[in-house]
């Protein structure tokens, strides 16, 4: 992703990486003889679903036969039963989108915030289990005010993009801001982000 590394989140990048993927999900539906491909990446609010659905529909108008399945999958409704069934099947939690930027956007950001570096493998997670097992909180965790106040915060670091000193300026901005602490200090379920 060459020119794109300081890219935010959801910007030229995402679309490029979602654009590969969905690709080879059609060329491997169209050569196995699926009519539709989805994505788990247009359940999650932490992505722009337009984005997403886009590049699906992309891909799959490659293919006469095949179609891309949008739906509208990031209701509160839908969020809660996502993490219903991903907390009943004991799915893996990844705290990140899984590239190298967005972990080191998302360890900037935690390191202004407070909160715990993300942690790959092992049986914890920066932020408390390293699977799903709280529908209720892990749905509060990418609740739509939690995920859009993110992106405010984001997108001005973004401005910023490969001047560290910059950077650290806009990061600097949160570093005494804390989520969910009680008024004694103690931390109650600190947001996934």
Known sequence: ???MEFDPERGRRCTECFD???????????????DAIAT?????????AKQVDSSGDRAAARYESLKYWAHDWQSDEMTLRKYQVSANEHFYKQEYCGCSYSLRDSNEWRKANGIPNIKIGGEV???GDRYFSDPLVDASEESQDVVDEFFAQANE????GNNVQERKKKL????DRRKNEKDDGVFDGLNNW
């Open 20 to 34: 590969m993927r969905m690709e080879r999900a059609a060329l491997y539906a169209h050569e196995n003889g699926f």
């Open 172 to 175: 600097q901005i949160y570093k």
């Open 157 to 160: 670091i973004a401005e910023a």
């Open 1 to 3: 992703m060459k020119g």
């Open 125 to 127: 997670a920066g932020l």
């Open 40 to 48: 788990t990446n247009a359940t999650s609010r932490w992505k722009d």
